[in-house]
């Protein structure tokens, strides 16, 4: 039981990196997610001047 839900788990992840892939919105999610986690431990996002260029 905890194998097959870990396996669509997995598949799922999978599918949702491949969209992201596709549509070109893998690495904007991924720094937005990270702003996100390192807001949430309390440290203060980069000024605008600090960020690289995308």
């Given at each position: 039981m905890?194998?097959?839900k870990m396996h669509k788990v997995v598949?799922?992840?999978a599918?949702?990196?491949?969209k992201?892939?596709?549509?070109?919105?893998?690495e904007e999610c991924l720094k937005e997610?990270?702003?996100a986690k390192l807001i949430e431990?309390?440290?203060?996002?980069?000024?605008?001047?600090c960020k690289a260029d995308s």
């Open positions: 905890v194998v097959s598949q799922m992840r599918a949702i990196n491949q992201l892939m596709e549509t070109g919105k893998r997610l990270l702003e431990c309390g440290i203060e996002p980069m000024s605008p001047h």
